[in-house]
């Protein structure tokens, strides 16, 4: 490897393990540890109570290196003022590396991550009284919830009556894992494969285990697909922008039905082509919004048009 090589490669694989922390992908996190302290306005509200209007707590779930309070900022005291019980959490946290060594979330391996949800949604369901929840899922937090469902109780495979979740709406999932649109990580990989390392250790060691599993033809990714994109019983809408050059290539995120569930696969820039929302863009955006509100109460199309642009 040449000088400058090494170096580019030191200097890129510093910048990732700044911004996100090195992970064991065969930790398993107690359950229930997650983190609840400053979630976003309208969230968490444990006293809340569902109405027949809304009858289902409403769970939000945030992506890669987000957390709750930045990524629901918006959602969340809408979902509220509009009567729903909203719940967030932040899951999947480890330490930076590297001053101010505070902690990123959403790095973890999803299959812990998972877990933390399950115990999350028991916690929501119990104290609200409520057999089922919804699900909101941007990026990661979308195909996290997946995982949930599949593995970890949050679907019933033998009755789906009794599944613990009634609808999940997704933000620009990895569903099927993203290329990254990235160049750089192509290059990589080819300098990394020259020197004798393999694609899932260098997505590790760069990127932390979450993002790994999220890239195309990962094992976690292999696992929660072998058996059909969905679960019986359960409703999906999976909202997708053409503009998104994070998951790559956007449709990727699209989920088959396999007539077993009811599926909805919607880009923002459907009935409005000059939507631009980017892959961040889609929790604030007030058409992604308005699919996300749709997917939770049909009925709120009635009364409302749907936005074009931000």
């Known amino acids: 490897m040449s000088t400058l090589a090494a170096l580019a490669f030191l200097s890129i694989s510093t910048i990732f393990t700044q911004a996100i922390a090195l992970a064991d992908p065969q930790t398993v996190v107690p359950e229930p540890q997650v983190e609840l302290i400053n979630p976003p306005p309208g969230a968490n509200d444990w006293d809340c109570r569902p109405t027949t209007a809304h009858p289902r707590p409403v769970v939000l779930v945030h992506g890669t290196a987000e957390d709750m309070a930045t990524t629901w900022r918006v959602l969340s005291p809408e979902l509220k003022a509009d009567g729903y019980c909203v719940f967030a959490l932040n899951y999947g946290g480890a330490p930076r590396a590297v001053p101010p060594f505070t902690t990123v979330w959403g790095v973890q391996d999803i299959r812990s991550s998972a877990r933390e949800l399950a115990a999350f949604v028991d916690a929501v369901r119990s104290r609200t009284g409520s057999r089922q929840v919804d699900i909101v899922g ?58 004798g390392f393999d694609n899932e250790t260098l997505d590790q060691f760069l990127f932390g285990v979450a993002v790994s ?87 709120y199309a009635d009364s409302r048009s749907a936005p074009c642009g931000s």
């Open 138 to 195: 941007h990026s990661q937090g979308g195909t996290m919830a997946r995982q949930y469902l599949r593995f970890e109780g949050g679907a019933n495979i033998a009755n789906p009556a009794e599944n613990k979740v009634y609808s999940l709406v997704t933000l620009g999932a990895t569903n099927h894992g993203t290329t990254w649109d990235g160049d750089i990580l192509v290059r990589l990989r080819e300098l990394a494969a020259a020197h």
């Open 213 to 299: 599993q999220q890239t195309v033809g990962s094992s976690l990714l292999e696992a929660l697909n072998l058996d059909g994109d969905v679960d019986a019983g359960v409703n999906y809408t999976v909202i997708a922008s053409r503009t998104d050059t994070m998951v790559t290539p956007p449709e990727s995120t699209f989920l088959s039905s396999d007539g077993r569930a009811s599926v909805n696969n919607v880009w923002v820039q459907d009935g409005c082509p000059s939507e631009q929302t980017s892959h961040t863009g889609l929790i604030s955006d007030a058409r992604s919004l308005y699919l996300v509100n749709t997917g939770l109460d049909p009925t």
